[in-house]
């Protein structure tokens, strides 16, 4: 690994996005692929617009802004190679189960949510702000 991949990595863990347009029309086939760290989701123009979180990885964390005009989409990814190709799961802020299938959350226009991996393929929703 050299100077340049330990910036990328480090850029993709620690920093953070803003400028990021969510997928007009929501769903998860070509929902917008977010980041480790910080993402500020600036453009969601019609409620359900969406996004996809990147792979569930132990201690990986990840925090969302909607800085839009609608409601936002949050999914799962589909299939995630650090679990055989299964599909990660989201652990809703105040429940211990995941959402059923493709069950999105969704995030309010002014608010910021977080998750964190604590096992391989499941994102637990820890926060949820204004």
Request: a negative charge; hydrophobic letters at 45%; charged letters at 10%.
């Amino acid at each position: 690994m050299d100077a340049t991949d330990m910036s990328k990595f480090f850029n993709m863990v620690l920093g953070a996005v803003a400028g990021v347009t969510a997928h007009a029309g929501g769903g998860i086939p070509l929902a917008t692929p977010i980041n480790l760290g910080f993402t500020s989701v600036d453009t969601v123009a019609t409620a359900a617009d969406s996004v996809v979180l990147p792979p569930a990885i132990v201690s990986a964390r990840c925090t969302i802004f909607n800085g839009g005009a609608a409601s936002l989409s949050i999914y799962n990814l589909q299939s995630n190679s650090q679990t055989g190709g299964a599909s990660d799961a989201i652990i809703p802020h105040g429940s211990a189960v995941p959402n059923a299938g493709n069950v999105a959350i969704t995030l309010a226009v002014g608010h910021g949510t977080t998750f964190v991996c604590m096992r391989p393929g499941y994102w637990k929703q820890v926060a949820d702000f204004a």
